[in-house]
Nanobody, 125 residues
Framework: QVQLVESGGGLVQAGGSLRLSCAAS????????MGWFRQVPGKEREFVAG??????RTKYADSVKGRFTISRDNARVYLQMNSLKPEDTAVYYC????????????????????WGQGTQVTVPS
């Protein structure tokens, strides 16, 4: 059974930074792409960033390009968030791809098989 546990969320002033972390266990983490998504109550979940199993390819939503950076090591995936804005306020989820060795990052939520419980990020206006 795959388990994903996010941490690092919190309240930060506009312009500040946070680093989210997602610890994975249960199967060969290094074989799967990972993604970060976020959701605001009443809105659909949206893709934020993703990284391939190798770490060589990344993809970002236009709204976070240049501000957020996704990375990974052997057991965790990270999301470094800089220059935070009030519109970044959401619950952030990490997710693990359903397909091992996918060549590129998919932004489609249904392609991810496992999800964490989420961590709240709040940037007051």
């Amino acid at each position: 059974q795959v388990q994903l546990v996010e941490s690092g969320g919190g309240l930060v002033q506009a312009g500040g930074s946070l680093r989210l972390s997602c610890a994975a266990s249960g199967r060969s983490f290094n074989d799967y792409a990972m993604g970060w998504f976020r959701q605001v109550p009443g809105k659909e979940r949206e893709f934020v960033a993703g990284i391939t199993w190798s770490g060589y390819r990344t993809k970002y939503a236009d709204s976070v390009k240049g501000r957020f950076t996704i990375s990974r090591d052997n057991a965790r995936v990270y999301l470094q968030m800089n220059s935070l804005k009030p519109e970044d306020t959401a619950v952030y989820y990490c997710a693990e791809d359903s397909l091992a060795g996918r060549r590129d990052v998919t932004a489609t939520g249904s392609a991810y098989a496992y999800w964490g419980q989420g961590t709240q990020v709040t940037v007051p206006s």
